[in-house]
């Protein structure tokens, strides 16, 4: 006797409450429900069902052994329906969130093709730099940049990114390029305000190290949309994220320094909660991002940009 039967005969008599319900919305006699238990249960060699005259109910064994029947049953029709012409379309709400610079720049775009793809789902973005949690708000994932906090959330790395010292054409022209991280002492510099994030400063490597620097300069501000604006017109020096100013370097607008002390790359992830039946409007998203993340043409900074600027390009470009 087929195995998959089985299981699906398990799954709908637990559902139904009873043979003659599993039976009847299949359309066979409830005989051959009840002899598929009992040969599944047979071939298990434990008691899944208690069966009575008023009611069935589950042994532990058949607990356990129903949540794993779901999943697997769940998962098998996932994976035929991602494949097959014509199969099941995702449908329903997605609620998502991201940070709110990167998200408006890498993933808002991205989202009205997704709906052009699935038009039965509909979809909220949260663009927030708050930490917010999945579970308890009803989130169904994010997208992180940055170290992970521990927790029960599970990943999917994206790509990757980092940390850059830019300043104009014109800010090098006029005040030099530091050789050293030291040497942003001497400089005009735009950190986020003392309230904002941020609370170890800039971060360079030296020696292998990581080296933390509190900087300060005439202009600071709690947006950083704002600093980069203020680096692009030559106000100062800015440490900026590779998905943000990669387009202004590629094009001289920006120029790399202090690019040998350069503080390793950062993750990319989309994180949401363990769940044994993902809802296909979900798993759909979460293969869309990571198709986008992996295509250069969408996504060019996520293993390109991340080497370092060859101080010859930084000394021409300036």
Request: charged letters at 20%; aromatic letters at 6%.
């Amino acid at each position: 006797m087929d195995r998959l039967k089985q299981m699906e005969t398990f799954v709908a008599v637990a559902n139904r409450g009873s043979l003659t319900a599993a039976a009847h919305a299949e359309g066979v006699a409830p005989a051959i429900i009840g002899r598929r238990i009992d040969a599944l249960e047979a071939r298990l060699g434990v008691k899944l069902l208690v069966r009575t005259t008023r009611r069935i109910t589950l042994t532990h064994e058949g607990v356990s052994f129903l949540e794993d029947c779901q999943r697997l049953l769940a998962d098998l029709q996932s994976a035929e329906s991602s494949v097959t012409a014509g199969g099941v379309k995702a449908s329903g709400h997605l609620r998502i969130t991201a940070p709110a610079g990167f998200g408006r720049k890498h993933v808002a775009p991205l989202v009205p093709e997704f709906l052009q793809r699935n038009p039965e789902v509909t979809l909220s973005l949260d663009l927030t730099d708050r930490l917010v949690d999945l579970v308890n708000e009803g989130y169904d994932c994010a997208v992180r940049v940055g170290a992970l906090a521990d927790s029960s959330l599970v990943s999917v790395r994206l790509g990757e990114s980092r940390r850059a010292c830019v300043a104009s054409p014109a800010y090098i022209r006029r005040h030099g390029a530091p050789q050293n991280p030291q040497d942003l002492q001497r400089h005009r510099c735009l950190p986020y305000s003392s309230v904002a994030s941020q609370p170890r400063g800039w971060v360079f490597q030296v020696d292998g190290e990581p080296l933390h620097l509190r900087v300060s300069g005439a202009l600071d501000c709690t947006d950083g949309a704002v600093l980069h604006q203020w680096c692009l017109e030559g106000h100062g020096l800015a440490w900026r994220s590779m998905w943000e100013v990669g387009e202004d370097l590629a094009a001289g607008r920006l120029v790399e320094v202090l690019a040998d002390f350069a503080a390793p790359p950062v993750g990319i992830h989309i994180v949401f909660a363990q769940r044994k039946h993902m809802p296909l409007r979900q798993r759909l998203w979460i293969d869309y991002l990571k198709d986008c993340f992996a295509n250069p043409v969408q996504w060019p900074w996520s293993r390109a940009a991340l080497a370092v600027t060859p101080p010859a390009v930084a000394a021409r470009s300036a």
